[in-house]
Structure formats: structure tokens, C-alpha cells
């Protein structure tokens, strides 16, 4: 796959493919990487939208990309997505969708919404029930701990495969407030994977100083879908694309000739009912494996929402498309450990006026203002949960009744015991989360049960591969973007190989429908680069500051002779690898 890394490449219009007219594109799954792919296809390889399908298991397109009001329950979102301004493909992707809100694309809607409203947090972290921990931005990094970190950073990506962060890093590190911002910032745990924490550290570099206040990061006006998938699926319903809902894809089958291999049927169940395509040369189908939300489980006020443990229909998929080709991947290393890959969220909607002002004590800022509130996650630094929360722009549904306040909650550690509430969080009601948020948000114990059982209203959900993409992994596991061979198939989303970018962004979704798009169809146009900051020693030497919290780097003698043949060096040949 070409790369490009320029305005050359980035502003030419691509010619039409030949014999683009007589394709056909099938999708499996609407989520952000189908979405795009099927975007990438009638923009750039002109493709007309009447040739494309989207096959979709659910009755509404965005996948884990969600955001909806639930009658009876109320607003569920079950993740929240942080973006940054070197998101190329997403931003390339965006710049042409027309936004709903605004005369512009949502590009446009959004780089305006964060130039006027810029964000940032003025509260990362609290203790002892909404008190502000006094971390002050630091990393709190020893010596030992920086060097640990430095190691990772140099290792190859073979070294760190199949290793888990807690083999690769000690308790120094792992105990300090850095771990702390990264951990709950990316929802990495101990027994993640070393190669993917290292890989984060390559892509995110240049923002390692915005770790403690997120000024790094950007947010859309509403929630996730009415902000990006609304608008990406009203362009595509507009271009003729259909959208063939009530589809479980349930099988694809491949033919292989020497070294190619083709897509030959799609299988699916739609309504209840067996059915099927066969597809020829001129059948693309674009698969997603894999998925964050399969099997997850809305609870609500009053019920726990449920641990999904049986067989999940999008790693079924996936697992009988591997047994057809070595190179499809090996879905069971992500998907087999679920105490290892789960976690659960809640949306807590406030209806009482006093829980807002208790917002705005650990904010700073008034949280119906409509603009910037928490400026990302507030951690509460010593939950037993290890519970985090967010309060985005107000009002973050466009069906939200004025001086309510949607609340985003989330814990690392589902299966311990409260602090407040003595139960482990996947037992617990959506009135009982509420009750522990209520608690580290600094409500008076004795206000805590009666405003969470009627000044509130929260869902649950438990998502039971939800981190599967971060288990320690080798080569191969993931399959890319198009197999070798593949004539006319190719793999989505984030357990797809697209090499140095790195999963759980909203980048790496669409990058692999572009990838996939581009080399299947022809497209005479770069995919754009991975953003390269790590490969800047300005900015390699800023990072190595703000790790130092602040500390000058003092250079030995001679460092600028030495460098090209030690740490660059070595930067410049993992450049190769990665």
C-alpha cells in the first residue's frame, strides 16, 4: 500500500478507475470503518452508490459509534471517542461529508466548535470524594521508571510480542501518576500487551506534555452518533448506497488457485430467514472481524446489566472465516479471555438541579454552559473501581430537556467491591452506580441514596470485548487489510493490520477502509501517512521534558555526533519495522 505525507498527493483528484462501473461493494457491518469504506469507495474510486450494500446485523448503522435514547431506560452511550488534529484518514474521510449543523462539512463544523471552544481539563484527578488529588500535571516518573519506558520505546516490535505491559515495565512505573493518566486515558490494563503500549507511545509522542489536562484532545458538539454517523449515513443514503439491515452475516466462502484467492458467497441469515449472495470477479466484499460491543448488555435503573459469555455472533464470523487461510488472522487470541477484555460503562442522565452544581465544584466550570465542562475524564484517583467519568458539551443529546446533564462513567476494575456501594460494579443497578459516582463526585453521604434513586436515571452496559484488541498478540494474529492473493476481499476495523497506526481510535477504523478501497479498487492516491512525530527530535526531546516533569534535559557532550548512531539510529531503523 502507498503512502503519501504531502498537499502533492493529498489535493489531486484521482482519475476513475477502469472497469469501476461493473463492480459491485458489499460491506459487512455499518460500523465507522464500513461507513467509510463505503465513503472512499463512490468519492474516490467513484464508484456509483447504487453498487454499494452494507450488510448490517442491527437496525442502525454506526457499530460501536453509538448514541440513542432508550424509551423507559433513557440516553445510552456506551463509549466516548477522543480525537486529535493528526487524525489524517478520519479528517480526509470527514472533510467531505456535509454537516447537519453548520453551512460546511463536518470537518469544518468541528474545527470551528474547537477553535471558539478549545479544550482542555482543570480537573484530571480526585481523593477522598471529589477533592482534588494535587497531582498538578506531574508524571512522577523515577529514574528507573524512565529508563523502563526509554527501553520500550527503543525495543523492536518483535521483542514485545506476546509480552504484557506488567513483564515489561515495574512497579515503578506502574505506581506512578503517568501510568495513572495513560491507564484510565486509554483503558490500558497490566496484562495488555507491551507491543501495543509501545506502539501508543510512538503514535501519541507529541501529545506525552497534554497527558495531565488533555488540552491535546478535541470532542465533536454532540454525541458520537449524531455528530459523525448521522451525518456520514444521511451522504451515503443520499448517494444511492443501500443499507440492507436485519442481516447477520453468517459465513463468506473463498476459493483459492495457487497463491489467489477469491470471495465466491456471502451467507446470512436476514429476518429470521437463510439467504445468501454468490459473488464473481467483480464482487468486492469488505469484511469486519471482530467487534468492541458484541454481546454487550444494556442494564438499567434498577437492573445490572449482564456478562455475555456465550457465543458472539461477530467473532463466530470471524473465527470460521480463519479456518479457511492462514493469513484471515487468529480471532481466538483477542476473544478468549474475557475477565481479561471486559469492562463496563453507564450514562447517568441528571433530572435533580443540586447534582450539577456538584459537577461544576470538580469541574470549574458550569456544565450547562454548553461548552467545554471536564475537558475529558476525571479520575477518581483512589476507587476501588478505578472509576472515571466525563461530562462533554451540553447538551450532549439533541433530545435533552434543559438543565439535564448526561454523564459518561466507566471503571477499569468491574469485580471489586465499591467504595460506597460494597458490590462489585457488573453487579451493580444503574441506582447503584449512580450512588458510587454520587460519592467520589463529593455529595454529602447522607444526600447520596436519595438523589440517586430519584434525581437521576443511568443505564448500564457491559461490553465483554471491550479491550480484546489490546491482548498480548504476535504476528499474524491480525490479518491485513488485503491478504496477499486477495482479488477482490479485504479485511475492516480494528483487528485488521494496517502496520504503525494503532487500534481503539477512531484513525485506525477508517484508515483500514481506506487502505482497503484504494488498493482493491485502484485509486491513484496515496493513503495519507501516520502521523511521523516520532521520528522529530523536537519532539522526542519535549517528551523526554515533560516525563522529567519539567526537569531540563541535560545532553552529554558530544550528544549530536552520538545520537545518529544510538537512539535516532535505532529510531530510524524501528521506522522500517513499524
Known sequence: MYHSSGNYEAFARPRKPEGVDDKHLWIVGSGLAGLAAAVFAVRDAQLPGQQVTILEKG?????????????????????????????????DLFRSIPSLEVDGSVLDEFYWLNKDDPNYSLQRATIKQGQDAGL???????????????????ASRESLEGKRINEVMGRDFLDAPFWLYWRTMFAFEEWHSALEFKLYLHRFVHHIGGLPDFSALKFTKYNQYESLVLPMTQWLLDQGVTFQYGTEV????????GTSKQATRIDWIRDGAEGGVDLTADDVVLMTIGSLVDNSDNGDQHTPARLVEGPAPAWELWKRIARKDPSFGHPEVFCSSIPETKWESATVTTVDERIPEYIRRVAKRDPLSGRVVTGGIVTAQDSSWLLSWTVNRQPHFKKQAPGQVVVWVYSLFVDRPGDYVTKPMQECTGEEITKEWLYHLGVPVDQIDGLAATGAKCVPVMMPYVTSFFMPRHAGDRPAVVPEGAVNFGFL???????????????????TGMEAVYELFGVERGV????????????????????????KVRLPRRVSARLDRTALGRLVREAEVI
Open 136 to 154: 498538578a500535571g506531574k508524571f512522577g516518573l523515577s529514574s528507573k521508571a524512565q529508563k523502563d519506558l526509554l527501553k520500550v520505546f527503543l
Open 250 to 257: 453468517t459465513d463468506v466462502d473463498f476459493s483459492f488457485a
Open 493 to 511: 476495523g480494528q483487528f485488521a493490520e494496517t502496520g504503525r497506526d494503532t487500534i481503539f481510535t477512531t484513525e485506525y477504523s477508517v484508515r
Open 59 to 91: 437496525h442502525l448503522a454506526g457499530g460501536a459509534m453509538d448514541g440513542i435514547e432508550e424509551p423507559e431506560r433513557g440516553f445510552v452511550i456506551r463509549g466516548g471517542r477522543e480525537m486529535e488534529d493528526h487524525f489524517e484518514c478520519l479528517w
Open 528 to 551: 495519507p501517512e501516520t502521523f511521523n512525530s516520532t521520528y522529530d527530535v523536537r519532539t522526542l526531546l519535549r517528551a523526554t521534558a515533560a516525563m522529567r516533569d519539567g526537569r
